[in-house]
């Protein structure tokens, strides 16, 4: 049976039957013989309550992602020859839902429980994570014509292997057919893929020479019927198939004139982010400090 504690405060008396550790009899006695706490609740549920959010976020994308990568792996075990994980979106995905997960866990717990080792992993991973993002927006800055090779090195990996990951292949199908563009500089980077290469004429290839289905101004038709996944056979094998059924524009220069077209939302969404990791930061450090001082009170008790 619970037994019955009596802690007299000054405006009375405070029953209850729970019956408290000698650390938790301190914190009991140190709060209620003055009527305060050096702990702001404020502070305390406000990291809680953002880090809940945090939480679930994190696990819904590892789950998604887990269970994604399963069924690519079972369904499509022959298919799934991705060397490189940032060409993978559902590893990118895993990687992103793991770091969130942990952050929401560390936030949220430790801002619950006053646990000051998880709100220092707290703070460190989000400390990380804004210096990683410092790092690039300083490497990218001054090193443009290094930056740009790389990514322009990286973007012919994902033509190259567009056949070889079923989520690579939906990712550039979505860029070509958002963006209206072909390939990364234009239509002729599919020479670069086995599929599509020219020289797959000597095989009687179909794609020979051709290039995805959304690279068509009209993969649907102008009646808006289903797609047409043959529209861009041997497109550019035909001098009038290029410029009239298949977007002549790489993506590159489209995603780089979209990026500059709004800049100023690029540039409010990076301060917005960078200003909520530092308040982040800031309030778990500021629980910290809370926290040792209550316990140096303990101590003076």
């Given at each position: 049976?619970?037994?019955?504690?009596?802690?007299?405060?000054?405006?009375?008396?405070?029953?209850?039957?729970?019956?408290?550790?000698?650390?938790?009899?301190?914190?009991?006695?140190?709060?209620?013989?003055?009527?305060?706490?050096?702990?702001?609740?404020?502070?305390?549920?406000?990291?809680?309550?953002?880090?809940?959010?945090?939480?679930?976020?994190?696990?819904?994308?590892?789950?998604?992602?887990?269970?994604?990568?399963?069924?690519?792996?079972?369904?499509?075990?022959?298919?799934?020859?991705?060397?490189?994980?940032?060409?993978?979106?559902?590893?990118?995905?895993?990687?992103?839902?793991?770091?969130?997960?942990?952050?929401?866990?560390?936030?949220?717990?430790?801002?619950?429980?006053?646990?000051?080792?998880?709100?220092?992993?707290?703070?460190?991973?989000?400390?990380?994570?804004?210096?990683?993002?410092?790092?690039?927006?300083?490497?990218?800055?001054?090193?443009?014509?290094?930056?740009?090779?790389?990514?322009?090195h990286s973007l012919d990996d994902t033509?190259?292997?567009?056949?070889?990951?079923?989520?690579?292949?939906?990712?550039?199908?979505?860029?070509?057919?958002?963006?209206?563009?072909?390939?990364?500089?234009?239509?002729?980077?599919?020479?670069?893929?086995?599929?599509?290469?020219?020289?797959?004429?000597?095989?009687?290839?179909?794609?020979?020479?051709?290039?995805?289905?959304?690279?068509?101004?009209?993969?649907?038709?102008?009646?808006?019927?289903?797609?047409?996944?043959?529209c861009g056979h041997k497109a550019r094998?035909?001098?009038?198939?290029?410029?009239?059924?298949?977007?002549?524009?790489?993506?590159?220069p489209k995603i780089e004139n979209y990026?500059?077209?709004?800049?100023?939302?690029?540039?409010?969404?990076?301060?917005?982010?960078?200003?909520?990791?530092?308040?982040?930061?800031?309030?778990?450090?500021?629980?910290?400090?809370?926290?040792?001082?209550?316990?140096?009170?303990?101590?003076?008790?």
């Open positions: 049976m619970p037994t019955t504690q009596v802690f007299r405060t000054h405006r009375g008396k405070f029953h209850s039957h729970w019956r408290p550790s000698t650390r938790q009899h301190h914190l009991v006695a140190a709060v209620y013989n003055d009527g305060s706490s050096e702990i702001s609740c404020c502070v305390k549920y406000t990291i809680f309550g953002v880090n809940v959010l945090f939480w679930i976020i994190g696990f819904t994308l590892l789950a998604i992602g887990v269970w994604a990568h399963y069924e690519k792996n079972s369904a499509y075990s022959h298919l799934n020859k991705v060397s490189k994980f940032y060409l993978d979106p559902v590893l990118i995905l895993i990687l992103a839902g793991g770091v969130i997960f942990l952050i929401g866990f560390s936030g949220c717990v430790g801002a619950l429980r006053e646990n000051t080792c998880l709100l220092a992993l707290y703070s460190t991973i989000i400390g990380l994570l804004l210096l990683s993002e410092v790092a690039v927006g300083a490497l990218a800055f001054f090193s443009k014509e290094w930056i740009s090779e790389e990514i322009f033509v190259i292997m567009y056949r070889d990951d079923p989520d690579l292949q939906a990712f550039i199908d979505w860029v070509q057919m958002y963006f209206k563009c072909c390939g990364m500089r234009s239509p002729h980077d599919w020479d670069m893929n086995i599929y599509f290469n020219k020289s797959s004429t000597r095989f009687a290839s179909p794609e020979a020479g051709g290039v995805p289905y959304s690279c068509c101004r009209e993969p649907r038709g102008t009646n808006g019927g289903p797609i047409n996944f043959f094998l035909v001098k009038e198939g290029l410029t009239d059924a298949i977007h002549p524009e790489g993506c590159t990026l500059y077209q709004n800049m100023t939302y690029v540039a409010i969404a990076m301060v917005v982010v960078a200003f909520v990791q530092l308040l982040g930061i800031s309030l778990a450090q500021n629980l910290r400090s809370d926290i040792f001082a209550q316990r140096a009170k303990w101590f003076r008790r």
